[in-house]
């Protein structure tokens, strides 16, 4: 079968970040908090799971005084979600026939 | 594992609202409509009364004193709309929970303020050259290209409302004269056509 299923996207949580950031290049904490409606623990460790695997990548500054945290997706990352997209459609093909 | 229909699903309505901002209000469109259809009966008094606004060649606008009525009149009901889409939309993100002033909608706002300032100013200099005549269509078209180019931000009927724009906006360009009839079509009916089309498929 073409394609392959991703692990790292099983969860939803990361499946959405990794939606939201092949449509964005990039994507701060507080805007992912906000559409996501997760808590910021949860979103953290979601984040910090998909940045271990280097599907993302992260950018830290200031706006004024505030912290910003950016994300955006690393090439390695947008391969691997199309592999897991084409995984999808595949296996959406096959149930059909 | 979840079925994949519903994994795709599920991508596609996370691209679509990290991307477009949703909460453009129907109802905003209708006030605006209708704001414009006021402005054009003032208009219309100020210009052609007691002739019929179609008697082209009966009425001519000479006084600078009308024509400066006229510019104002039109300066309160351009702010007058985006104000009231503004605050309308602020509302409805509001109840849905979306927070306003996202990438997406700075997106939107962005695309839809460069064609309507340049071709703002770009009528405000036809104006001040005299060629009041040309200026219905300019902004009928100027704002239908903004339309157009916003409708990759927002929920994409838009998009229609800008074609129908620009198809007034050039038409009314072969009819000199009629600039006011134009007007109240564009900004007047056809806002309010969209304004409850978008309210009765998205608002309620």
Known sequence: MKGTYDKAFENVVRLRVMSILMVNT????????EILEVTDGNLASHLRNLEKQEYISVSKSFVGRKPMTNYSATEAGKQAFLEHLKFLENLIKENKS | ???????????????????RFLSLSGLSGILAGTYALIAAGMA??????????????????????????LLATALVVLVLSIGTAWILSQQKSKRSAGKFWTSASKRFVMALAIPL????LFCLAL???????????????????????ASHFTLSDIK????????????SAFFPGYGLVFWALGFGVLHIIYGLIMYYKYDR
Do not use: H
């Not at chain 1, 990039?26 to 908090?33: A, I």
């Not at chain 2, 219309?44 to 006084?63: C, M, Q, V």
């Not at chain 2, 300032?117 to 703002?120: A, D, P, Q, S, V």
């Open chain 2, 1 to 19: 594992m979840r079925k994949p229909e519903q994994e795709l699903a599920e991508i596609k309505s996370m691209m679509e609202r990290s991307t």
């Open chain 2, 160 to 171: 229609y409302l800008g074609f129908c724009q620009l198809g007034l906006g050039v038409l």
């Open chain 2, 117 to 120: 300032i340049m071709g703002g």
């Open chain 1, 26 to 33: 990039e994507y701060d904490f507080n805007s992912f908090k």
């Open chain 2, 44 to 69: 219309y008094a100020w210009i052609y009364y007691p002739n019929s606004p179609f008697g082209y060649r009966f009425s001519y606008i000479t006084e600078e004193a009308i024509l400066f009525k």
């Open chain 2, 127 to 149: 104006f001040t050259r005299g060629y009041v005549i040309i200026i219905a269509p300019a902004t009928l078209i100027f704002y239908g290209l903004a339309l157009v180019n």
